[in-house]
């Protein structure tokens, strides 16, 4: 994704996939499965939305109350049952369309990617705002009122006896024919991230899924990056293999 001002993070990240696992491989089995669809923009402090005089730090969607009244409304954006819905601070509603736990791994150079869940998101922008905010952070010239997501929480393992740097997803293809990279319709936050050795650190990725309304796509094949030393040595290139994933 190239860095458009004042939008500088992920879009729909999941929090706790940001997190570090630990230093060993029995903190993964601790890796909390809680997860949020908050779109976690952070902008510019002296920047504004072009839509909106108030600033973009300030922004904040008043959800209203006879939504929050909704027995499928979260308010902490912790999505685990299909039609549970949250509010992001730019105004999107998002739903939980679909849901997949069941964990999938490849083992490349010493190193594991494990992904832990990946979910559908319906994604229904309620504010000019919003719209700008998914249209910068995805690279996307337009996006549609109602558009779908997926979020995307995986484990990277270190098991060489040295740190190494990502340089994060090469790209996601659906079976429908779409490809995603980073400068395309997809965030990743491995990209430029350190391991330690015999370490463990989860990481997400958010993509835009085209058409799912009417074309849904049910596999997503991805092909991770080279990795490196520190000190920008390669230490190996991409996987041989891709990593497989079931979206139903």
Same mark, same amino acid.
Not at 19 to 42: F, I, R, V, Y
Not at 117 to 136: L, M, S
Not at 206 to 228: D, E, M, R, S, V
């Given at each position: 994704?190239?860095?458009?001002?004042?939008?500088?993070?992920?879009?729909?990240?999941?929090?706790? !996939?940001?997190?570090?696992?630990?230093?060993?491989?029995?903190? +993964?089995? =601790?890796?909390?499965?809680?997860?949020?669809?908050?779109?976690? *923009?952070?902008?510019?402090? %002296?920047?504004?939305?072009?839509?909106?005089?108030? &600033?973009?730090?300030?922004?904040? @969607?008043?959800?209203?109350? %006879?939504?929050?009244?909704?027995? #499928?409304?979260?308010?902490?954006?912790?999505?685990? =049952?299909?039609?549970?819905?949250?509010? #992001?601070?730019?105004?999107?509603?998002?739903?939980?369309?679909?849901?997949?736990?069941?964990?999938?791994?490849?083992?490349?150079?010493?190193?594991?990617?494990?992904?832990?869940?990946?979910?559908?998101?319906?994604?229904?922008?309620? =504010?000019?705002?919003?719209?700008?905010?998914?249209? +910068?952070?995805?690279?996307?010239?337009?996006?549609?009122?109602?558009?779908?997501?997926?979020?995307?929480?995986?484990?990277?393992? *270190?098991? #060489? $006896?040295?740190?190494?740097?990502? $340089?994060?997803?090469?790209?996601?293809?659906?079976?429908? !024919?779409?490809?995603?990279?980073?400068? *395309?319709?997809?965030?990743?936050?491995?990209?430029?991230?350190?391991?330690?050795?015999?370490?463990?650190? %989860?990481?997400?990725?958010?993509? @835009?899924? #085209?058409?799912?309304?009417?074309?849904?796509?049910?596999?997503?094949?991805?092909?991770?990056?080279?990795? @490196?030393?520190?000190? +920008?040595?390669?230490?190996?290139? &991409?996987?041989?293999?891709?990593?497989?994933?079931?979206?139903?």
């Amino acid at each position: 994704m190239k860095a458009k001002g004042y939008l500088i993070i992920m879009f729909a990240i999941l929090s706790v !996939g940001l997190a570090a696992c630990g230093g060993n491989k029995s903190n +993964q089995a =601790t890796e909390k499965k809680s997860l949020s669809a908050d779109m976690s *923009n952070e902008p510019s402090s %002296s920047s504004t939305s072009s839509s909106s005089s108030q &600033s973009w730090s300030d922004y904040q @969607y008043k959800v209203p109350k %006879s939504v929050q009244k909704n027995a #499928h409304y979260v308010k902490n954006g912790d999505l685990s =049952t299909k039609h549970q819905f949250t509010f #992001h601070r730019f105004g999107t509603r998002q739903q939980l369309a679909d849901v997949t736990t069941k964990p999938v791994d490849i083992k490349a150079d010493k190193l594991t990617y494990k992904v832990n869940q990946v979910r559908v998101i319906k994604n229904t922008a309620k =504010t000019p705002q919003a719209k700008e905010a998914a249209e +910068q952070v995805l690279n996307l010239r337009s996006i549609p009122d109602t558009y779908y997501t997926f979020v995307l929480n995986y484990t990277v393992t *270190n098991h #060489h $006896n040295f740190e190494i740097a990502l $340089n994060g997803v090469n790209y996601v293809k659906t079976n429908q !024919g779409q490809m995603l990279t980073t400068a *395309n319709q997809l965030t990743d936050s491995s990209a430029g991230n350190k391991i330690g050795a015999n370490r463990a650190v %989860s990481f997400a990725m958010t993509g @835009y899924l #085209h058409n799912y309304a009417t074309q849904p796509a049910t596999k997503l094949t991805i092909q991770f990056g080279a990795i @490196y030393t520190t000190t +920008q040595k390669k230490v190996a290139p &991409s996987p041989d293999s891709t990593l497989t994933i079931n979206l139903k």
